[in-house]
């Protein structure tokens, strides 16, 4: 098998729980034996300002420790932020995961990509539907893996049952599980 790392970023807004979804990836790879970092780009922004996260996931060390410039894989998880700094240093070969109940091909058109990967699901309405709340993180996360398996489900699922004890962990492995199902590239 090719070792590889994989460079994961998240656009979210502050309060959506982009860090959050970083630290549940790489606590998933972390299980699986893997070497990772998770980090976020935020300072003293309020609840709302749009906020960056990272993760990385590979089988070796990673010596890097800088934000990713270049993703093999961009999550957005409110789609207000589609935009120039959602492409930024996105790649041919850079797969996408939205939050959105547009198309592939309208979040294309709209940050002008032709060929890219992209995979959507409308996270908001299965959180609201699911959590009673519009926390997107875990969804995208669900749509994430359908979309590659940079880690197995099943180390997700056991991660946000970690981090999330109790009826609210149940609620997002159920909201993983969903977004898993809805998520499409047509």
Partial sequence: MEERLIEVRFHGRGGQG????????ALGGLKEGKHVQSFPTFGPE??????????????????LHSRVYEPDIVVVLDP???????????????LL??????????????????ENEVWVVDATELAMRILGRP????????????AR???????????????????VGELNVK???????????R
């Fill in 97 to 114: 995961v939205v939050n959105t109940g547009e198309g592939p091909q309208e979040v294309r058109k709209v940050l002008g990509l032709k």
């Fill in 46 to 63: 309020r609840a709302g300002a749009p906020i960056q996260a990272f993760t990385r996931i590979s089988d070796r060390p990673i010596n």
């Fill in 135 to 146: 926390i997107t993180n875990t969804a995208v996360l669900g749509a994430l893996l359908r």
């Fill in 175 to 185: 909201l993983v599980q969903e977004a898993y199902r809805e998520a499409r590239n």
């Fill in 80 to 94: 207000t932020l589609l935009g120039p700094g959602v492409a930024e240093g996105v790649s041919r070969g850079t």
């Fill in 149 to 167: 398996e940079v880690i197995s489900l099943e180390s997700l699922l056991e991660a946000v049952r970690e981090r999330f004890p109790g009826r």
């Fill in 18 to 25: 982009a860090w959050t979804a970083s630290q549940l990836l």
